[in-house]
């Protein structure tokens, strides 16, 4: 998860610094839903004890 949501985030600021604000707001919308479910997704595996195979 963390992957993707840091492969979007880097796909914002380069469309960002392009001047391409649509697929910079949605690129960044998507890199933080990927975290925030990345993040439950851990907290969940810590509080069950499973190991991540991921």
């Known amino acids: 998860m963390f ?3 840091l492969i ?3 796909i914002a600021i380069i469309a ?3 001047g ?3 697929i910079a707001g949605t690129a960044s919308s998507i890199a933080y839903g990927l975290f925030v479910v ?8 810590f509080i069950t ?3 991540n195979k991921l």
């Open 3 to 5: 992957n993707w949501a």
């Open 8 to 10: 979007f985030l880097i």
């Open 16 to 18: 960002g610094a392009l």
């Open 20 to 22: 391409l604000s649509g």
């Open 38 to 45: 990345g993040i439950i997704f851990a907290i969940f595996l």
């Open 49 to 51: 004890g499973k190991k």
